[in-house]
């Protein structure tokens, strides 16, 4: 019975640390701020509407460009750290993606 649980204990901390080193790369925590960023552009756009009404424009591209630059300055720092954020994030999910792959011969 002892050594069960000796057993357990030792699983335990091989698991803890697995998890602190998987929550502390660089990917977690890009993606953490990421999640902040869009909960608190929600609170201050309403995303519904946004979506009603880009679909209502026949010109996307025209009517990011207006809806940027007719916000807040808050919205617009927001919505640019996001933006950057996400595509660090896309970027370095793409290199440890392709780093386990084997080259094909």
């Not at 209502?56 to 916000?71: E, M, P, Q, V, W």
Request: without cysteine; glycine residues 4%; charged residues 10%.
């Amino acid at each position: 019975m002892r050594i069960l649980n000796l057993k357990h204990r030792i699983m335990m901390r091989v698991y803890m640390t697995f998890m602190l080193r998987k929550i502390t790369s660089p990917f977690v925590g890009e993606s953490f701020a990421f999640v902040i960023l869009a909960l608190t552009l929600s609170i201050f756009v309403s995303i519904p509407s946004v979506m009603s009404n880009m679909i209502g424009s026949g010109d996307l591209y025209r009517f990011f460009l207006t809806a940027l630059f007719n916000t807040t300055l808050m919205v617009q720092l927001i919505l640019i750290a996001s933006l950057v954020i996400a595509t660090k994030t896309i970027i370095s999910f793409r290199h440890l993606s392709s780093v386990g792959r084997a080259p094909l011969s």
